[in-house]
């Protein structure tokens, strides 16, 4: 499986942004999808994740309310709709495929396959 993402770029705070990442592969609809994002110096940090299905999700405590993960499994294509960043949100984000096993883990180990990252920069 191979991810591209997208979507990045330069945002103010309190405004959107939605990024998507497309998957190769007959195997999407059968992985678990999630994202998450790194700043320079840190570790990589667990954003949300999708059940393979779409119908269960999962944010890490500061993105609930704000952020979206959703996909759409004929497009073979998962996304996060970021509303109402703010500057701590800078950071590349990464999308990520795992199995099954992953959907409730925020651990980036869990997950099998990523994405190159896109950059999000929030302005004050």
């Known amino acids: 499986v191979q991810l591209q993402a997208s979507g990045g770029g330069l945002v103010q705070a309190g405004g959107s942004l939605r990024l998507s990442c497309a998957a190769s592969?007959?195997?999407?609809?059968?992985?678990?999808m999630g994202w998450f994002r790194q700043v320079p110096g840190k570790e990589r940090e667990f954003v949300a994740t999708?059940?393979?299905?779409?119908?269960?999700?999962y944010y890490a405590d500061s993105m609930k309310g704000r952020f979206t993960i959703s996909r759409d499994n004929a497009k073979n294509t998962v996304f996060l709709q970021m509303n109402n960043p703010n500057p701590e949100d800078t950071a590349i984000y990464y999308c990520?495929?795992?199995?099954?096993?992953?959907?409730?883990?925020?651990?980036?180990?869990?997950?099998?396959?990523w994405g190159q990252g896109t950059q999000v920069t929030v302005s004050s």
């Open positions: 990520a495929a795992g199995r099954p096993g992953a959907l409730t883990s925020t651990h980036a180990s869990d997950y099998n396959y």
């Open positions: 999708i059940s393979r299905s779409g119908s269960t999700t």
């Open positions: 592969g007959r195997t999407f609809s059968t992985l678990v």
